[in-house]
T-cell receptor, first 119, second 114 residues
Framework: SQQGEEDPQALSIQEGENATMNCSYK?????LQWYRQNSGRGLVHLIL?????REKHSGRLRVTLDTSKKSSSLLITASRAADTASYFC???????????????????FGQGTILTVHP | KAGVTQTPRYLIKTRGQQVTLSCSPI?????VSWYQQTPGQGLQFLFE???????NKGNFPGRFSGRQFSNSRSEMNVSTLELGDSALYLC?????????????FGPGTRLTVL
């Protein structure tokens, strides 16, 4: 089952505009990662934010994490046509969620947001 | 540093056959995880290997299996293929155990079952 719920499912904007995608999850996490996928290809890692961090930046990307609300957002500023892709959040649940074990490589993905940036 | 590589990139099989997919992690990475991506179910975790040991497994039938070699390369095998096994199979590698480190994904193997 998918832990993450992404919102919106699809987003269409013009070049130069900002794009904001949201992700909600259900369990306690160690970290949350955002990935980009172009047209059925492999996933490209964008940013990892740990559970004790609230905000992280990387170039035109800004990620926030609110563990009390179990939610995260990805902001892409000054979007470009090349940003057109699907964006996924992925969570790594804490050991508590695995009855004392660890998540051992298991990321739980949301259904993704399809972003279209029109030139 | 070379990224994660997967072979083959595309594969067409018929029902009942079996298939083996290969994944070479980034040099120095010891953990390899496998995921299945379908339009209906999205990205789902299959299993994870570290130091040649499977340490975590998702909710997939026993037809899905894998292994990891001493050089950290990994293979996954699907036996008695079904139409529903058509999917993009992705592997990811990370330096350390578990999901606490960044996972880097390969380009995937597109499997079509006819």
């Amino acid at each position: 089952s998918q832990q993450g719920e992404e919102d919106p499912q699809a987003l269409s904007i013009q070049e130069g505009e900002n794009a904001t995608m949201n992700c909600s999850y259900k369990t306690s996490i160690n970290n949350l990662q955002w990935y980009r996928q172009n047209s059925g290809r492999g996933l490209v890692h964008l940013i990892l934010i740990r559970s004790n961090e609230r905000e992280k930046h990387s170039g035109r990307l800004r990620v926030t994490l609110d563990t009390s609300k179990k939610s995260s957002s990805l902001l892409i500023t000054a979007s470009r046509a090349a940003d057109t892709a699907s964006y996924f959040c992925a969570t790594d649940a804490t050991a508590r969620e695995y009855a004392g074990g660890t998540s051992y490589g298991k990321l739980t993905f949301g259904q993704g947001t399809i972003l279209t940036v029109h030139p | 540093k070379a990224g994660v590589t997967q072979t083959p990139r595309y594969l067409i099989k018929t029902r009942g056959q079996q298939v083996t997919l290969s994944c070479s992690p980034i040099s120095g990475h010891r953990s390899v995880s496998w995921y299945q991506q379908t339009p209906g179910q999205g990205l789902q975790f299959l299993f994870e290997y570290f130091s040649e040991t499977q340490r975590n497994k998702g909710n997939f039938p026993g037809r899905f299996s894998g292994r990891q070699f001493s050089n950290s390369r990994s293979e996954m095998n699907v036996s008695t293929l079904e139409l529903g096994d058509s999917a993009l199979y992705l592997c990811a590698s990370s330096r350390i155990a578990g999901g606490t480190d960044t996972q880097y994904f390969g380009p995937g193997t597109r499997l079509t079952v006819l």
